[in-house]
């Protein structure tokens, strides 16, 4: 499984209010889809793959994080060496 199937499927276990057609480039933060809670848990996954704490308070959440591909950018941009 690929680091981009494990990130969907730990998305859709949250059972959030998903479009019916959304994809890896479909809004998550700006549209409100990923809550709080949701983005504390994504917060803790992006933590465990770049192998280093992150601080949400030193980027745009909604510039940085708001697709699963811009989550997947960020993780390899980030990604401890």
Do not use: C, H
């Not at 499984?1 to 057609?21: C, H, Q, V, Y």
């Not at 996954?45 to 989550?71: C, H, M, R, Y």
């Amino acid at each position: 499984m690929s680091i981009g199937d494990d990130l969907t499927k730990l998305i859709e276990s949250w059972n959030l209010r998903m479009p019916d057609k959304w994809d890896d480039n479909s809004s998550l933060v700006r549209s409100g889809i990923l809550d709080s809670l949701a983005l504390y848990q994504l917060i803790l996954w992006i933590e465990k793959q770049i192998g280093k704490p992150v601080d949400p308070t030193q980027f745009d959440l909604a510039n940085e994080l708001d697709s699963i591909t811009d989550i997947l950018l960020f993780v390899e941009k980030n990604r401890a060496s």
